[in-house]
């Protein structure tokens, strides 16, 4: 019981939908716990790398320790090269010079480093530390004498080994820490006014601290001075007035100085100095990728599950793939122009893990349901092939039963006939035998049919003179043709033997012969030619009677078909041509009608004249069955 009434249940096109409904909230539900940060920080990678960089804010240049310094130095950079080179760029009056490198860890000799420290102390100098602030020691960290006046400000860099897509790439910058704003930050507001947490976009909490997503630009993108040059040439005011000035190391020695980045993720690709620029610009232009809320996350996961669901459910295996396919191409470009343009970090991971999931889960019961369905549709057909097969017994048998009878009756007319008859009598006897032969006509086209239905028919090829089969059709009409005053003229052009059945082309020929003279007026006349026609023999039969309709041609050859024109008027039973098609087509011919209504008819037909060449092939296989 419970059975059919959860099947009636689940054919209700409401709980369908409910059920997928329901089924794409469960998958969304499940997944949202689930962190796919991998994936979704490398399709955010591509993001970034398949989207335009941004330009530079202009205002950081770098001025860098790099391998030329050394090889040039043939040492590290001493305490009094930086008093030099810090001289130089006090001339051209920088907003502020951060130093990556520890001033404790330069170098020289007490006079030498007294004289760093005062030099850096008359500028705006600071030392950005990597590290994060120790507990308890907030503002109060200090560098060792002579440099315990130098500001020391926190600027650490994250590494995402643990978080995000777990490969080591540098994708956050540290805003805050316990709520103490970091380097980059307190350097930014300087150029944006910016003071508040509120006024920046994209800001997202991890631990104790406040972060953003950077946003880079390729390798090289800043302005870059080499700290040789500055040692012993010049630096331009120009090019660091007002400026921020980040001083480091960018010497490809240390794996520490170099950060893997979403743009190139190789080991070195690009300097801790340059990704500090990245950090920097980030804030000043406040243009830090905005990491979607969740509730973005579940919408577009339902929704997407939803898709696939019904793309599943409802659509052709192979058609559904290429829907899915590009509804996730739509929405991964989708994901794209909203990072480009608004710089929306749109979830790919959930919806793209949504979407497999919905379709591997989905796949399967749509699949038992074809099964059921299909084993439905092979009951039903093989209910059909029995009871067609009843029928075409039954046909048979009543046909054959009723033959013999027939027969009978039309043999003692025949016998009355010798008989003088009355003029009543007479007519009556006439009608009887009219009525007889047309149901004998009747029944062998039955029989015809039953035999095409039981795929019994055989074609009997034998090499014949077409002309005289056409002779003995007109002979065998003649009767008829004759009681219309019908006139039956043939043109017949001498033709070579082909292989036909003979006794289903002579039924198509006779069947054709005797539509002309039932669809004519008395005394109108019948034309029947034989002719070849590009290696076909074409036979042709025209009478001037009454036609067919125009919209009714289309169906005469259907079985059980009557023309309107037809129906009531004259005797018939529509089978006629449906058989002379069918044995037209057995010897691979064709039959057509052209026909103008009130003016006549011609059906003809068309044999390939080397029908032989193909039937061989045909009789090698045994025959041809039909
Ligand atoms: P039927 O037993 O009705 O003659 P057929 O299959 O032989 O069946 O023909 C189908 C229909 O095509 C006929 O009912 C008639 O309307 C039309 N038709 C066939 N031959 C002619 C013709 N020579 N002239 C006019 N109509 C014809």
Same mark, same amino acid.
């Given at each position: 019981?419970?059975?059919?009434?959860?099947?009636? &249940?689940?054919?209700?096109?409401?709980?369908?939908?409910?059920?997928?409904? *329901?089924?794409?909230?469960?998958?969304?539900?499940?997944?949202?716990?689930?962190?796919?940060?991998?994936?979704?920080?490398?399709?955010?990678? &591509?993001?970034?790398?398949?989207?335009?960089?941004?330009?530079? !804010?202009?205002?950081?240049?770098?001025?860098?320790?790099?391998?030329?310094?050394?090889?040039?130095?043939?040492?590290?950079?001493?305490?009094?090269? &930086?008093?030099?080179?810090?001289?130089?760029?006090?001339?051209?009056?920088?907003?502020?010079?951060?130093?990556?490198?520890?001033?404790?860890? /330069?170098?020289?000799?007490?006079?030498?480093?007294?004289?760093?420290?005062?030099?850096?102390?008359?500028?705006?100098?600071?030392?950005?530390?990597?590290?994060?602030?120790?507990?308890?020691?907030?503002?109060?960290?200090?560098?060792?004498?002579?440099?315990?006046?130098?500001?020391?400000?926190?600027?650490?860099?994250?590494?995402?080994?643990?978080?995000?897509?777990?490969?080591?790439?540098?994708?956050?910058?540290?805003?805050?820490?316990?709520?103490?704003?970091?380097?980059?930050?307190?350097?930014?507001?300087?150029?944006?006014?910016?003071?508040?947490? &509120?006024?920046?976009?994209?800001?997202?909490?991890?631990?104790?601290?406040?972060?953003?997503?950077?946003?880079?630009?390729?390798?090289?993108?800043?302005? +870059?001075?080499?700290?040789?040059?500055?040692?012993?040439?010049?630096?331009?005011?120009?090019?660091?007035?007002?400026?921020?000035?980040?001083?480091?190391?960018?010497?490809?020695?240390?794996?520490?100085?170099?950060?893997?980045?979403?743009?190139?993720?190789?080991?070195?690709?690009?300097?801790?100095?340059?990704?500090?620029?990245?950090?920097?610009?980030?804030?000043?232009?406040?243009? *830090?990728?905005?990491?979607?809320?969740?509730?973005?996350?579940?919408?577009?996961?339902?929704?997407?599950?939803?898709?696939? /669901?019904?793309?599943?459910?409802?659509?052709?295996?192979?058609?559904?793939?290429?829907?899915?396919?590009?509804?996730?191409?739509?929405?991964?470009?989708?994901?794209?122009?909203?990072?480009?343009?608004?710089?929306?970090?749109?979830?790919?991971?959930?919806?793209?893990?949504?979407?497999? /999931?919905?379709?591997?889960?989905?796949?399967?019961?749509?699949?038992?349901?074809?099964? @059921? @369905?299909?084993?439905?549709?092979?009951?039903?057909?093989?209910?059909? /092939?029995?009871?067609?097969?009843?029928?075409?017994?039954?046909?048979?048998?009543?046909?054959?039963?009723?033959?013999?009878?027939?027969?009978?009756?039309?043999?003692?007319?025949?016998?009355? +006939?010798?008989?003088?008859? !009355?003029?009543?009598?007479?007519?009556?006897?006439?009608?009887?035998?009219?009525?007889?032969?047309?149901?004998?006509?009747?029944?062998?086209?039955?029989?015809?049919?039953?035999?095409?239905?039981?795929?019994?028919?055989?074609?009997?090829?034998?090499? +014949?003179?077409?002309?005289?089969?056409?002779?003995?059709?007109?002979?065998?009409?003649?009767?008829?043709?004759?009681?219309?005053?019908?006139?039956?003229?043939?043109?017949?052009?001498?033709?070579?033997?082909?292989?036909?059945?003979?006794?289903?082309?002579?039924?198509?020929?006779?069947?054709?012969?005797?539509?002309?003279?039932?669809?004519?007026?008395?005394?109108? @006349?019948?034309?029947?030619?034989?002719?070849?026609?590009?290696?076909?023999?074409?036979?042709?039969?025209?009478?001037?009677?009454?036609?067919?309709?125009?919209?009714?041609?289309?169906?005469?050859?259907?079985?059980?078909?009557?023309?309107?024109?037809?129906?009531?008027?004259?005797?018939?039973?529509?089978?006629?041509?449906?058989?002379?098609?069918?044995?037209?087509?057995?010897?691979?011919? +064709?039959?057509?009608?052209?026909?103008?209504?009130?003016?006549?008819?011609?059906?003809?037909? @068309?044999?390939?004249?080397?029908?032989?060449?193909?039937?061989?092939?045909?009789?090698?296989?045994?025959?041809?069955?039909?």
């Amino acid at each position: 019981m419970a059975v059919p009434f959860l099947e009636n &249940w689940l054919k209700n096109k409401w709980v369908l939908h409910a059920l997928r409904i *329901a089924f794409a909230a469960v998958i969304t539900i499940l997944l949202a716990p689930f962190k796919l940060d991998v994936l979704e920080y490398t399709t955010y990678d &591509w993001r970034m790398q398949l989207t335009p960089r941004p330009p530079v !804010s202009g205002n950081v240049v770098l001025l860098s320790i790099d391998r030329e310094t050394l090889e040039k130095l043939k040492r590290e950079p001493e305490a009094l090269d &930086w008093a030099v080179v810090l001289q130089k760029l006090a001339l051209g009056n920088p907003a502020q010079v951060v130093s990556f490198i520890n001033p404790s860890q /330069i170098q020289g000799s007490y006079d030498d480093l007294q004289l760093l420290a005062d030099v850096a102390g008359r500028l705006p100098f600071q030392y950005g530390d990597d590290d994060l602030p120790k507990p308890g020691l907030g503002k109060l960290a200090q560098l060792a004498p002579p440099f315990e006046k130098l500001t020391i400000t926190p600027a650490p860099r994250t590494v995402d080994w643990t978080l995000l897509a777990k490969d080591g790439a540098t994708r956050r910058l540290i805003y805050s820490y316990e709520g103490q704003p970091t380097l980059h930050p307190q350097l930014a507001e300087r150029f944006n006014g910016l003071s508040q947490d &509120w006024q920046y976009s994209g800001l997202f909490d991890v631990l104790e601290s406040k972060q953003m997503l950077v946003r880079y630009r390729n390798k090289g993108s800043y302005p +870059r001075i080499k700290f040789i040059n500055a040692l012993e040439g010049s630096i331009n005011p120009a090019d660091v007035a007002g400026k921020i000035v980040l001083i480091g190391r960018d010497t490809t020695e240390i794996s520490k100085d170099y950060a893997t980045t979403p743009l190139d993720k190789s080991l070195v690709s690009m300097s801790v100095l340059e990704l500090h620029a990245n950090i920097l610009d980030t804030l000043i232009l406040n243009q *830090a990728p905005r990491i979607s809320p969740d509730w973005v996350k579940i919408l577009v996961t339902f929704l997407i599950s939803l898709l696939a /669901i019904y793309v599943v459910m409802s659509v052709r295996p192979g058609k559904g793939l290429v829907v899915l396919g590009t509804a996730v191409g739509i929405y991964l470009l989708a994901a794209m122009a909203l990072f480009a343009t608004m710089r929306w970090v749109v979830p790919v991971a959930h919806p793209l893990v949504a979407v497999f /999931i919905c379709y591997y889960f989905v796949i399967p019961y749509r699949l038992i349901i074809e099964n @059921r @369905r299909s084993w439905e549709y092979y009951q039903k057909n093989r209910l059909l /092939i029995q009871v067609e097969e009843l029928k075409s017994n039954f046909m048979r048998m009543m046909s054959h039963d009723l033959k013999t009878p027939l027969a009978r009756i039309q043999g003692m007319t025949d016998v009355i +006939r010798q008989d003088s008859l !009355s003029e009543t009598q007479g007519r009556a006897l006439n009608s009887i035998s009219e009525s007889t032969e047309e149901l004998t006509d009747f029944i062998g086209s039955i029989l015809s049919l039953s035999r095409i239905e039981s795929k019994e028919l055989k074609l009997q090829l034998r090499s +014949r003179d077409v002309n005289q089969l056409v002779r003995e059709a007109i002979r065998r009409t003649e009767y008829l043709a004759k009681k219309k005053d019908i006139e039956v003229v043939d043109e017949l052009e001498p033709l070579f033997s082909i292989k036909v059945d003979e006794d289903l082309l002579k039924t198509v020929l006779i069947n054709l012969l005797e539509n002309a003279i039932k669809y004519s007026n008395n005394r109108t @006349r019948i034309m029947v030619t034989t002719e070849e026609v590009d290696n076909d023999l074409v036979i042709q039969v025209s009478d001037q009677g009454r036609g067919i309709p125009k919209e009714e041609l289309a169906h005469i050859f259907d079985r059980f078909y009557r023309a309107r024109n037809s129906r009531s008027i004259t005797a018939g039973n529509g089978l006629g041509l449906y058989l002379a098609k069918y044995f037209v087509e057995l010897h691979n011919g +064709r039959i057509d009608v052209e026909s103008v209504l009130d003016k006549g008819s011609t059906f003809t037909v @068309r044999l390939p004249m080397n029908l032989h060449k193909d039937t061989e092939q045909f009789e090698a296989q045994g025959g041809l069955y039909v």
